[in-house]
């Protein structure tokens, strides 16, 4: 069985040199046996037993339609079982989206691993109105109908009831920027870094 970490198109963008950090930790610690870069819109994998690992809903929802021969897990819940150097928050508050693709699933899989990850890390999540398999749309559904976006992701922010909210779907992040609430992507959680220009594409501020 192969075990193949794919990160991507979108955190691929964003944010390369951590990509590139994770990629190295998987295989130091025999982890992978190799990355898939290809977009999972594209169906290139071979027929055979393959692990996804993956950090991007959508794709995650993607690759489980391509058959019994692929199985997925996301990067979260791989990093449970590891020795990752976690930062540590201190306590602080914060709240959470789950995005459209981990819920309503045969696994909340998703859900779980991200809020094991903020314990890890000493951040107390606060859940907001609407959470798990009840949250409401980021408005990324809306994808280039910025006003429609705009109206969907502010209606969202007033679930929050901390102003930093932790994101696993970089579309989410994308909705969420152009409000006032601050999203806090878990990749740049990992890496002790603040979550900074990703907003929808075409947006103006």
């Not at 000493?122 to 994808?143: F, K, L, S, V, Y």
Request: hydrophobic share 35%; net charge negative.
């Amino acid at each position: 069985m192969k075990v193949l970490f794919a990160p991507g198109c979108a955190l691929r963008e964003y944010k390369p040199e951590l990509i590139s950090k994770v990629i190295q930790f998987l295989t130091e610690n025999n982890v992978i046996d190799d990355t898939y870069l290809t977009c999972c819109k594209i169906e290139s994998i071979q027929n055979e037993k393959t692990v996804m690992i993956n950090c991007c809903p959508g794709c995650s929802h993607k690759f489980e339609t391509l058959g019994s021969d692929i199985t997925t897990v996301s990067l979260w819940k791989i990093l449970l079982d590891t020795e990752f150097p976690f930062p540590d928050y201190h306590g602080e508050k914060m709240s959470i989206q789950d995005a459209c693709h981990a819920r309503n699933r045969n696994s909340s899989e998703m859900q779980e691993s991200a809020r094991a990850l903020c314990e890890r890390m000493n951040i107390n999540i606060i859940e907001p109105m609407h959470t798990r398999d009840g949250a409401r749309c980021c408005g990324g559904c809306a994808q280039n109908d910025l006003e429609t976006r705009r109206k969907m992701a502010q209606k969202r922010a007033e679930d929050f009831p901390e102003n930093n909210v932790v994101v696993y779907c970089t579309g989410c992040t994308r909705s969420l920027s152009i409000t006032n609430v601050k999203p806090r992507h878990l990749l740049d959680l990992l890496f002790g870094e603040f979550t900074e220009g990703l907003k929808p594409k075409g947006w103006a501020d």
